[in-house]
């Protein structure tokens, strides 16, 4: 299994995670662990099915993806985490009215276009993992009490290969579980991104807008995970 395929799953099924689904928080909201495991299992029974119709109608197979995540994901605040200091709450306060308007409007840009670059982009890469054995490890470590909560699931790959996915959670205000970040092995793509995106910044001199209208998410992958 390579890096990309890794990859490919990492994203869309951790970006299920952003935002829990009512139904999971109403029994279990006690713990995020349940989060992730349900949606994995939602994501699976998809790929499951995939291969009869996805070389005929590959954009089945993307809505479907995209309707689960739709149901639990905030592709909002993603959007807003990877535009960084672009898009904070401080550089949004020190902006005049016309400067705010712009700022939003650039956000809900961002925000589609992260959308649907991601599951284009990725959802094809969980094909590969049909069939895959997923263990969560550590959910007895968990404190409950807590406001985060770092989740290690291992994914059981193919040549007895065993990747880890270690999804970052934190609890918000009403109770429920959101993902803030996930890693793979020991790659970092919430940083990554952000990091991308501000060096494009930079490279555009300053133009946020810009950098928003030229993104492209299958063009700013991080090139030890773009290779064979």
Same mark, same amino acid.
């Given at each position: 299994?390579? !890096?990309?395929?890794?990859?490919?799953?990492?994203?869309v099924?951790g970006f299920?995670?952003?935002?829990?689904?009512?139904?999971?928080l109403?029994s279990?909201?006690?713990k995020?662990?349940?989060?992730?495991? &349900?949606?994995?299992?939602?994501?699976m029974?998809?790929?499951?099915?995939a291969?009869?119709y996805f070389d005929?109608? /590959?954009?089945?197979?993307?809505a479907?993806?995209?309707?689960?995540?739709?149901?639990t $994901?905030?592709?909002?605040g993603?959007?807003?985490?990877?535009?960084?200091?672009?898009?904070?709450?401080?550089?949004?306060?020190?902006?005049?009215?016309?400067g705010?308007?712009?700022? +939003?409007?650039q956000?809900?840009?961002?925000?589609?276009?992260?959308?649907?670059?991601? $599951?284009?982009?990725?959802? +094809?890469?969980?094909l590969?993992?049909?069939?895959s054995?997923?263990?969560?490890?550590?959910?007895?470590?968990?404190d409950?009490?807590?406001?985060?909560?770092?989740?290690?699931q291992?994914v059981?790959? &193919?040549?007895?290969?065993?990747?880890?996915?270690?999804?970052?959670m934190?609890?918000?205000?009403?109770?429920?579980?959101?993902?803030?970040? !996930? $890693?793979?092995e020991?790659?970092?793509l919430?940083?990554i991104?952000?990091n991308?995106?501000a060096?494009?910044? +930079?490279?555009?001199?300053?133009?946020?807008?810009?950098?928003?209208?030229?993104?492209?998410?299958?063009?700013n992958? /991080?090139?030890?995970?773009?290779s064979?």
């Amino acid at each position: 299994m390579t !890096l990309p395929n890794l990859l490919s799953y990492r994203l869309v099924l951790g970006f299920s995670m952003l935002c829990c689904s009512v139904a999971a928080l109403a029994s279990e909201s006690a713990k995020p662990t349940p989060i992730i495991e &349900s949606t994995t299992s939602q994501i699976m029974a998809i790929v499951a099915e995939a291969p009869g119709y996805f070389d005929s109608d /590959p954009d089945r197979f993307y809505a479907e993806i995209g309707a689960v995540l739709d149901e639990t $994901i905030d592709w909002r605040g993603f959007a807003k985490g990877v535009m960084g200091q672009y898009a904070s709450n401080a550089r949004y306060r020190s902006l005049d009215n016309a400067g705010r308007e712009a700022l +939003k409007d650039q956000l809900n840009s961002f925000t589609t276009i992260m959308k649907s670059g991601l $599951i284009r982009t990725y959802a +094809k890469g969980l094909l590969a993992f049909s069939g895959s054995k997923f263990e969560i490890v550590d959910d007895g470590d968990i404190d409950v009490t807590a406001k985060s909560a770092s989740i290690t699931q291992l994914v059981y790959g &193919s040549g007895d290969r065993t990747y880890t996915v270690r999804y970052q959670m934190g609890q918000s205000r009403d109770g429920s579980w959101r993902l803030r970040n !996930l $890693i793979v092995e020991d790659i970092n793509l919430g940083q990554i991104y952000q990091n991308q995106f501000a060096s494009a910044v +930079k490279s555009a001199d300053g133009d946020v807008a810009r950098v928003v209208a030229e993104w492209d998410v299958s063009a700013n992958l /991080p090139e030890d995970l773009d290779s064979e």
